[in-house]
Nanobody
Framework: QVQLVESGGGLVQAGGSLRLSCAAS????????MAWLRQAPGKEREFVAV????????YYADSVKGRFTISRDNAKYTTYLQMNSLKPEDTAVYYC??????????????WGQGTQVTVSS
């Protein structure tokens, strides 16, 4: 069983930066592909970024490419999402997820509780 706990969310002005962290329990977490997804009010949850087990491969949604960076430190069982040049449309609850169950990276076997990110204009 893997437990995921996100932190680092908050209120930031447009153009600012935040770094989200996802702390995972369990020594096996390094064997999982990790990802970040988000859900804005009134919208469906959407994929943001994914990172391979070793951290050598990453993939991003077009809406965040060039602004967000996903990374992981397997020694610390932690996955990060560095968010730069934030826009009001980035406002959402951000979820950390592990072990994708579908090939389109929208469904996962393990989820965190989410952390709120609010970007003011």
């Amino acid at each position: 069983q893997v437990q995921l706990v996100e932190s680092g969310g908050g209120l930031v002005q447009a153009g600012g930066s935040l770094r989200l962290s996802c702390a995972a329990s369990g020594r096996t977490v390094s064997s999982y592909v990790m990802a970040w997804l988000r859900q804005a009010p009134g919208k469906e949850r959407e994929f943001v970024a994914v990172i391979s087990r070793s951290g050598s491969t990453t993939y991003y949604a077009d809406s965040v490419k060039g602004r967000f960076t996903i990374s992981r430190d397997n020694a610390k069982y932690t996955t990060y999402l560095q968010m730069n040049s934030l826009k009001p449309e980035d406002t959402a609850v951000y979820y950390c997820a592990a072990d994708p169950s579908t090939s389109d990276y929208t469904s996962y076997n393990y989820w965190g509780q989410g952390t709120q990110v609010t970007v003011s204009s």
